[in-house]
């Protein structure tokens, strides 16, 4: 008797079937979520659209008992720290607020069709060190791509200025008509959890935050400065060689040299059909 041919093999069927993700309880995640095709989907938002996003994010946060800790949000995908005592918690807020963000930003923006591009990508963040290095992957994002200066002058959603200041993430969500009442926006908060090392000090992880955010914004300072010396010495190479130094332009965005020594770069695994595992920590 011939044995049943699995679906993802069957003719016509060449896409592989969703993996299940293995998402530790307790643990701190790193989630990134991106818009479909890399469209610049989130370029737009405005002040309004910003508490709208967050107060999708803090509805679903409650919701499902995830505990937040970092969130930030670029033209075509999203970054989020958070963590939950039952690890299917994680992927049900995620799709809850995505789903709910897109009809909102679709809506409003006269558009059609899916704005995320499938399912979250998720790494466990096993130790003090990975959560940090996440942290500041994330609070990063703007001025490692010489958009901004700083990455609290970011004019897109971005959790550097809760974290620097009183730590409670506020938004708004539509309260929907109920008999006679009237359907209104109303104002939700959730306080962002500080990360493991500084559990127990709210105050002490404030101000490490506001340290490390000097510390990046004098890192991609002295980055800048090393871009332009190398692009000066070129030019003068260039001139010594009788050619003409007005064509060694200088280079776009950071030396990929200087970021692979000084950076935190996602680790990535292999693809396949077993259960996916992404972490950083200890070896």
């Not at 967050?54 to 995908?77: D, E, P, R």
């Amino acid at each position: 008797m011939a044995c049943p041919v699995p679906k993802y093999h069957r003719k016509g069927m060449t896409r592989r079937p969703e993996r299940k993700r293995l998402i530790l309880p307790n643990t701190w995640n790193f989630c990134t979520s991106r818009t479909r095709a890399g469209e610049y989907r989130f370029s737009e938002l405005e002040d309004e659209d910003r508490l709208v996003l967050w107060g999708h994010i803090i509805f679903a946060a409650q919701m499902y008992g995830v505990q937040l800790a970092f969130v930030t949000t670029m033209s075509n995908h999203l970054h989020l720290i958070c963590r939950a005592p039952i690890p299917e918690a994680v992927s049900l807020f995620h799709g809850h607020f995505k789903a709910q963000f897109a009809r909102y930003i679709n809506r409003k923006y006269g558009r059609t069709g899916s704005v995320w591009a499938g399912r979250f990508h998720n790494q466990n963040l096993l130790d003090d060190e990975a959560q940090e290095a996440a942290l500041v992957y994330g609070m990063d994002h703007g001025t490692k791509e010489a958009l901004v200066e700083r990455p609290d002058e970011w004019h897109l959603p971005h959790t550097i200025k809760e974290l620097c200041g009183d730590g409670w993430l506020r938004g708004h969500v539509w309260r929907r008509r109920v008999g006679k009442r009237k359907g209104e926006w109303r104002q939700i908060k959730e306080r962002l959890i500080p990360l493991d090392p500084w559990r127990d000090d709210r105050a002490a992880y404030r101000d490490f935050i506001k340290q490390k955010l000097e510390d990046r914004v004098q890192h991609y300072i002295e980055l800048r400065a090393a871009q332009r010396k190398a692009w000066l010495k070129a030019r003068r190479e260039a001139r010594k060689a009788g050619e003409d130094p007005n064509e060694v332009l200088l280079p776009n965005g950071r030396l990929q040299a200087i970021i692979r020594q000084q950076d935190f770069v996602p680790r990535f695994t292999k693809r396949s059909r077993a259960t996916r595992f992404k972490a950083l920590g200890p070896d």
